[in-house]
Every structure is written in structure tokens, then in C-alpha cells.
């Protein structure tokens, strides 16, 4: 006697060969892999299933957290995959060594090439991130890709790791990214199929 298996298991399945399709590159050392848009990170805060849970559980074994990115933003994330590799690369973002380049579309038309935002950062019990005099220094670098009708194309290079910092910043500048429902207008934010971030270099 034979059952049909569960549309849990048939998801489950299915994203845990996604997930294979999306490793960017993999040695005894280093995991790197493309994380999708709308997918926990890590577990927690009543995310159970995860990147890290999926990878872990069906794929790779026992892995590393090194850094994190939310979970509506896509792109490039590392994991370490022994207690050294992850001692080493924790040193190395600990210390800003690692370079991070974003890939962000904003809202509006910068008038400026190349921009510098230099503003603390604080979170708050909501769940939101919010500049702050007393919150921790926070500096982010950008520069124009391309600039559209009403839009912005950026490459967004983050110099320390705040949670949300690239969000806050640009939407503290008047500039939020495009399909962001937590930092800017809902009910404009809310016509756009996803966060427009994209995590898309990290060296």
C-alpha cells in the first residue's frame, strides 16, 4: 500500500533542488550560494524553514553562519563549512575586509554620480531600523548605474553591517528602494512584485 506524498514534502523537495542549482561555488572550506528572494536566511523570528536548514538538512551538513541577509533581498551568501573556515571569515567581516556590492533600483532620479551616507542606526521593538543619534555608526557608499524615468540604478557598497542598513539609509535619504512594504509609502511600495535588493557581489 502506497500513499501520495504530501504537498509539504513535494515543496520541500522542490526547493531543496533549486537550492543545488543555486551554489555559486563550493570547496572544503567555503560554501557560496545564490539565495532566493523570499526565503528565511537562517532560522528564526517564526521562520522555520530556512537556506541554512535546507542546506544543512539535505545537502551539505553541518555549516557556519558568517553573515545574513534578509529575507526579501536575493543574492550572494556565504556559509563556512568547518570551525576554522568560519573563525577566519568572521575575522575577515568582523574587520570589514569583506567587500559587498548590492545591486539596488530606488525610487526617483539622484542628481548625484556618486554618494556617501554616513548615519547611525538604531532598531527598534517593531521590527524596524531607524536612524538615531545614539544608534551604532553606519556608513554606506553608492554610485549611479543608471538613471531611468522616476527610477535609480545603483550599485550600493555597505561599509559596516547593520540590519537593514542599506534599506534605512536609502530611504533616510529620501530615496527608498523600489517594492520595500517596511521603509517607504505601502500602498506605493505594495504595487511592486518584490524588494528590488540584490546582493550581488561579496570578495
Request: charged share 25%; with cysteine.
Amino acid at each position: 500500500m502506497s500513499s501520495k506524498p504530501s504537498l509539504g514534502s513535494v515543496l520541500c523537495e522542490s526547493t531543496v533542488e533549486f537550492l543545488a542549482e543555486r551554489v555559486l561555488f563550493q570547496d572544503d572550506a567555503i560554501l557560496a550560494v545564490d539565495k532566493p528572494e523570499g526565503v528565511a536566511a537562517i532560522p528564526g523570528g517564526g521562520e522555520q524553514e530556512s537556506v541554512l536548514t535546507q542546506l544543512q538538512d539535505s545537502l551539505f551538513g553541518k555549516l557556519f553562519v558568517v553573515h545574513r541577509l534578509d529575507k526579501e533581498v536575493s543574492g550572494v551568501m556565504i556559509f563556512a563549512r568547518t570551525p576554522q573556515a568560519h573563525r577566519s571569515l568572521s575575522r575577515q567581516f568582523s574587520a570589514h575586509q569583506a567587500q559587498k556590492t548590492y545591486v539596488a533600483l530606488v525610487h526617483g532620479e539622484l542628481a548625484d554620480n556618486h554618494g556617501l551616507i554616513d548615519k547611525p542606526l538604531r532598531a527598534f521593538g517593531s521590527g524596524r531600523v531607524g536612524v538615531c543619534e545614539d544608534g551604532k555608526p553606519s556608513v554606506t557608499r553608492f554610485a549611479v548605474v543608471e538613471r531611468l524615468q522616476g527610477y535609480t540604478l545603483l550599485h550600493v557598497y555597505p561599509r559596516t553591517g547593520r540590519r537593514h542598513q542599506i534599506r534605512v539609509h536609502l530611504y533616510a535619504d529620501g530615496h527608498p528602494i523600489v517594492g520595500d512594504r517596511r521603509y517607504g509609502d505601502r500602498e506605493i511600495q505594495g504595487r511592486y512584485p518584490r524588494l528590488m535588493l540584490h546582493a550581488w557581489r561579496l570578495t
